[in-house]
């Protein structure tokens, strides 16, 4: 949600920081604020509502000077975004400076506890009270700072991942986690922390990814220590990351998105890379393989996850069902959690997440962990904590996704979630061999036919000019195509603010059709597969009360294009993988009417990248 960074080295930290603050600003950019040390020893905290830049403008000429400092960018839980709300916060005496990602649910008990001795609150955040009470157990015990921390923490109920700086003590920062992530990078004698590795990576590749309820302990020119909350230390191994600063960089795009939706031929080549080899007609994946015989002996599949993984587990329903002959369910993790679910042995729960951090599809994950289930992650973060609480998983290898609307990660769950499905099939032989070899070669054929439809993007944004200024839109489809239409109606409304609402198209006689009058855009995915009957009937409906219809067609098509009001063309495909194809117009479509009413696409108002926070 939030985005924290820091250093400690040999380097002067401002630039670092707001560097790295403006990498991380996609978790979260409702305010910004930075912390550091002078040589004097000072502790100067400087924040503000807004972007990285308006914290820019605000330092200049303050004092920057500093090895050591702490940074975040915001996405507001406690207290509207502004100056005193942004981080980091100061403690009563101002000796302490804490940056916090998470919630601290049991923060109003503790803060009148902290009122009734004294203690002075200029936020609404949760934050400020965790970083008095922090003070306050220090000074009354007598303790150094990472005892205070530890024993603070120990109080705490609630998510958190935070970095305290002490003034007068240039040499150290203490950090910690819980339930939302953090990484420490080990640079030569300097060291960072980020809330990922995007902020370090251009600094090191080499990285500690602290576990919950875990402590660091960086000291200058010390190797770092991590303990537990409960002061047990730990030891861990450091990792390499394989990301490179070009996949953190526009490339030469006006927008993330954008580079992120044109980036997805290859990506999806990427992902079925070393999985699917169509001259030895095989398919491979180590996580299906590995636990054969669970995948084997399914008895039923649950799939859990939030947003567009939701979206992605709906058509992941689809072709399990249609090729694997094992039930599926799907449910949003947010309900699962507090749900009392029944689990039978046997059952397999699939959590799909980009980030790997989403707070309700970890929480959804240990449930179903508790009660039995094997769970098997999709991710795309590596290292994250779905990756990493989980029996066993499938990365989507699609590299960082920046933009706030996921769109890359997307078509790669959908790749995952087939060649997975074909390696159950396989396995399971619920179809025929033939069968799955065809599937197979087209699955590979998927990354050209994107490169086609990308090639209509000019036409696209001509498109787009002419529904700019709608109020309001309907996206239909079904089967394989209804959960598109829901995705590409999530789409549009993240990015342009406009209402749009997707339905399973013959819903649409039993409501929403009352909305239909000539002022109302429907997009239509009509592509010819086993509904394209069912859907011009549909379409027919629409046009008999003037709606205006844009219709996803497939290349091949002679009658919608007589009706509908306007067309884009896709390549014709097997009917399960019609998503990875009819996806990429209505992502197309969005970005550019977002575009055209000037909204700020990568970073939209009241999102975040990763939701760590219920
Ligand atoms: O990281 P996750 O895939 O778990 O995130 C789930 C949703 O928060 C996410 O898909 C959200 O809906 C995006 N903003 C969609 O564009």
């Not at 799939?303 to 689809?318: D, K, Q, R």
């Not at 029944?342 to 397999?348: Q, R």
């Not at 342009?496 to 002022?519: C, Q």
């Not at 409906?541 to 067609?553: F, H, S, T």
Request: charged share 20%.
């Amino acid at each position: 949600m939030c985005g924290i960074v820091g250093y400690i080295g040999h380097q002067e930290a401002y630039p670092i920081l707001i560097k790295g603050l403006h990498r991380l600003e996609y978790r979260g950019y409702d305010s910004a604020g930075i912390a550091l040390i002078n040589p004097t020893g000072e502790l100067n905290i400087y924040k503000t509502k807004g972007r990285v830049s308006d914290l820019e403008e605000f330092c200049t000429g303050k004092d920057i000077s500093g090895t050591i400092g702490i940074a975040h960018t915001r996405w507001a839980t406690h207290g509207e975004p502004n100056n005193a709300n942004a981080h980091p916060h100061y403690s009563e005496s101002e000796n302490l400076a804490l940056i916090h990602n998470g919630i601290i649910e049991n923060y109003s008990v503790l803060k009148e506890q902290l009122v009734q001795k004294g203690y002075h609150f200029h936020s609404q955040t949760d934050t400020e009270v965790l970083i008095q009470l922090i003070e306050y157990i220090k000074t009354l015990n007598n303790v150094d700072l990472c005892t205070a921390v530890q024993l603070a923490l120990g109080q705490v109920i609630g998510a958190y991942a935070i970095a305290v700086m002490e003034k007068g003590n240039p040499n150290q920062i203490i950090a910690a986690r819980k339930s939302s992530p953090l990484v420490l990078g080990i640079g030569d004698n300097e060291f960072f922390i980020g809330s990922d590795a995007s902020p370090i990576i251009e600094f090191t590749n080499k990285v500690i990814y602290l576990e919950d309820e875990e402590i660091a302990i960086i000291k200058r020119n010390e190797e770092p220590k991590i303990v537990t909350i409960g002061n047990v230390e730990k030891t861990h191994e450091i990792i390499q990351l394989e990301l490179s600063l070009s996949q953190l960089e526009k490339e030469g795009y006006p927008h993330f998105m954008l580079k992120e939706i044109f980036e997805q031929p290859n990506r999806l080549r990427d992902c079925m890379r070393g999985r699917v080899d169509v001259t030895g007609n095989h398919i491979v994946l180590s996580g299906i393989i590995d636990y054969r015989e669970k995948f084997l002996n399914a008895k039923r599949i649950l799939i859990l996850a939030c947003g567009t993984s939701w979206h992605a587990g709906l058509i992941g329903e689809y072709l399990i069902e249609e090729i694997c002959r094992i039930p599926v369910e799907v449910e949003y993790s947010s309900e699962f959690r507090y749900r009392n679910p029944i689990i039978y042995p046997g059952d397999i729960v699939i959590a799909i997440s980009q980030s790997g951090e989403t707070a309700d599809t970890l929480a959804a994950i240990e449930q179903a962990k508790q009660q039995g289930a094997f769970v098997y992650g999709i991710c795309n973060v590596v290292g994250s904590s779905i990756a990493r609480n989980t029996h066993s998983g499938s990365y989507t290898h699609v590299g960082p996704e920046i933009g706030v609307a996921s769109t890359k990660a997307f078509t790669a769950q959908l790749c995952v979630l087939a060649m997975l499905a074909l390696c159950i099939a396989r396995e399971r032989k619920t179809i025929p061999e033939t069968h799955i070899l065809e599937l197979l070669n087209e699955l590979t054929r998927i990354p050209n036919k994107i490169e086609r439809i990308l090639q209509s993007d000019d036409s696209i944004q001509k498109l787009s000019n002419i529904f700019t200024y709608a109020h309001n839109f309907i996206y239909l489809g079904r089967g394989y195509n209804y959960p598109v239409a829901l995705e590409g109606a999530l789409k549009l409304k993240e990015i342009s603010y406009i209402h749009a609402e997707g339905y399973p198209a013959a819903e649409m006689k039993h409501g929403p059709i009352a909305l239909i009058d000539n002022e109302m855009p429907v997009v239509v995915v009509a592509t010819d597969n086993d509904m394209y009957e069912k859907v011009i009937s549909n379409i027919q409906e629409i046009k008999a009360r003037n709606g205006r219809v844009i219709a996803i067609v497939s290349e091949s098509d002679t009658v919608v294009k007589t009706i509908a009001d306007y067309v884009i063309e896709v390549p014709t495909t097997a009917d399960c993988f019609d998503p990875l194809l009819t996806t990429i117009p209505l992502q197309l479509l969005s970005y550019h009417i977002a575009v055209n009413k000037r909204r700020d696409v990568d970073m939209p108002r009241n999102l975040a990248k990763s939701v760590t926070v219920e």
